[in-house]
């Protein structure tokens, strides 16, 4: 067998590696898809470059090169990507076929389709890979309410009817939708329509004066929509200053690009 050949336990783990679309770790793999990268399997694909592995802890962690993503982008346009005998095998050839028509008819390349493709509604739930940030939509706890006789009397100038504390509140719900249609018309004038990808460093000075908190604020909350992505750059060598700097953290992860799909 030629060095440059995948064997079939390594073309596994290149799959595993490839629908994650970032850093994972042994237990991870092991956890999630019964596989590990170890020893001369781990060795032949750093040689191959298609493995970027790097100790963290007692554990390694890999992820997928941009040669990985070549290779493994050519493996299914060619058909050659190793599969296992039998009806299982006759079930990943048709599987990767029709992904094999998808990307070509949809334009999309192969990470295009798994960051695409990874909504946050289809993220795993706490103990899996990556846990969704929560939603920052709740008002925090100041302690208990005062009683009447310890309560003070309202600014002047304001009521403290139960109506007009209404009207208030339904204010501030009135603000965060506002947010969301200015990045999303944003979104629309960077990317000329729905469906591409933008980067968080040329859309946030198209904001305006917003505060960058309800802006990260919006954005967390915007991408657990089933027609919002919020992914990082794959290619980390390749981030500028400002893209850095422009990242939104969510789940302890900056992500640096957004895609917004039509509803």
Known sequence: ????????????????????????????????????????????????????SRKEGRAYV???????????????????????????GTMTRALLTGLRRYLTGADLTLAEY???????EAEPAAGGLESPAPAATEQ???????????????PAGTSSSPAAAGAEKGA???AEPDIEATIRSAYLEL??????????????????NVARAQVDEVLI??????DVNLVPESNQKALTPLAREAAVNIGDQDKHLLWIGSR
């Open 114 to 120: 798994f960051q695409v493709a990874s909504a946050p």
């Open 1 to 52: 067998m030629p060095e440059s050949t995948l064997r079939l336990p390594e073309a596994a783990v290149l799959v595993a590696l490839m629908v994650e679309g970032r850093e994972v770790s042994n237990p991870q793999l092991k956890r999630e898809y019964g596989l590990t990268l170890t020893g001369e399997s781990r060795k032949r694909l750093a040689a191959m470059k298609l493995v970027d």
């Open 62 to 88: 890999h992820s997928l090169s941009d040669a990985g993503w070549a290779r493994m982008a050519r493996e299914i346009r060619d058909g050659s990507l190793p599969v296992a005998t039998g009806s299982g």
């Open 191 to 208: 990317a000329g329509g729905h469906g591409r990808w933008v980067g968080l460093g040329a859309l946030r000075p198209l904001l305006g």
């Open 172 to 174: 501030d719900r009135t």
């Open 221 to 226: 909350r915007m991408e657990r929509a089933p």
């Open 140 to 154: 925090p706890v100041t302690g208990a309410s005062p009683t009447p006789a310890a309560a003070e009397p309202p």
